[in-house]
């Protein structure tokens, strides 16, 4: 199945070369996949948001996730690599990449944690990054 082009929020060409992003992301399926130095991670079907940030290039990082590059650096790589997931919207959340943890406990008030994804290297000691909507 063709991948839409996810909904930009506000438009890309707006956006500041620097700051805090949310990948709104829908899994048609759940799955199990292989994350890196995470290993075997289980992801049940259901609507995830990811929080992540650039200190610079923000544009070219999100158009990467969108246009799931080859390269799997970042353990959002992995998920958005499966045929099962499917961006659907991409929102610049702040402009200061500073910001990232404070928003991402934001969102993840009411959402189940995938444990430790996308936060490994977290100084701030978040539980996950990415979120399973409830």
């Not at 990467?64 to 045929?83: E, F, M, N, P, T």
Request: proline share 4%; hydrophobic share 40%; with cysteine.
């Amino acid at each position: 199945r063709e991948q839409t082009e996810p909904t930009f929020t506000p438009a890309l060409d707006a956006w500041p070369d620097a700051g805090v992003y949310q990948l709104w992301i829908r899994l048609r399926r759940s799955v199990v996949l292989r994350v890196g130095a995470l290993g075997r991670v289980r992801f049940a079907t259901g609507t995830y948001v990811y929080t992540g940030r650039a200190a610079r290039g923000l544009r070219a990082r999100v158009l990467r996730h969108v246009h799931r590059g080859r390269c799997q650096h970042w353990h959002i790589d992995y998920l958005l690599a499966s045929k099962a997931a499917r961006t659907m919207r991409v929102e610049l959340v702040s402009t200061n990449p500073e910001d990232e943890c404070r928003v991402n406990c934001m969102v993840g008030a009411d959402r189940t944690p995938v444990l430790r994804f996308g936060a490994s290297d977290c100084r701030n000691g978040c539980r996950a990054h990415l979120w399973l909507a409830k």
